[in-house]
């Protein structure tokens, strides 16, 4: 069982905006950068945010993330057909020793 | 172009040892570290273990630590990852992923396609 939580799903029509929370605590999010992952369907992951905010280059400003406290939230605007895939939150474990990885929402563009 | 190749899996027995490989190329691999991550069949993410860029740090999941051990050749540009005493529950598709720095702390900017792991009798 994971150490971040993440809603399973959610979904907006196109163009709308959705935002998917990952809950930690203070051993790993609170005290540790947060990352996001894209995962579309039969594919890897893709990076989409490092270091709780920053985009690797050819990720579009339409993504973004944040985080405060033991929580991190990840937003997409303008959201595309193209965006439905499974999203994970990870980070550090300073506790465990390790890295840990949110439950995955599944985004559907309506 | 940046690029991580997985190798090495297949269907093993309950109990067995198999070794994955993992080739990289594109980039300066002795500067970054590297990990494993898998992924049950229709389920999420497993981070598996890492190793810093001067394989002087590496960590493992509970899950598989004592079981598993992770090493990599700076000099040929290959991460691997021994597995022993293969259980049911290993059964995953096994990515390689690369740290964005040389300390295993970071996120992973790179991934591979992934190789299939499946322990079965």
Redesign the interface.
Known sequence: Q?VLTQPPSVSAAPGQKVTISCSGSSSNIGI??V?W?Q?LPGT????LI??NNKR?SGIPDRFSGSKSGTSATLGITGLQTGDEA?Y?C?T?DSS?????????TKVTVL | EVQLVESGGGLVQPGRSLRLSCAASGFTFDEYAMHWVRQPPGKGLEWVSGISWNSGRTGYADSVKGRFTISRDNAKNFLYLHMNSLRAEDTALYYCAKGKLGIILEAFDIWGQGTMVTVSS
Do not use: E, H, I, R
Not at chain 1, 96 to 104: A, C, D, I
């Open positions: 994971s540790n950068f990352s992952y995962q890897a992951p893709k990076l490092y270091d690797p499974d994970y990870g550090w465990l020793s390790g890295y840990v990885f949110g439950t995955g």
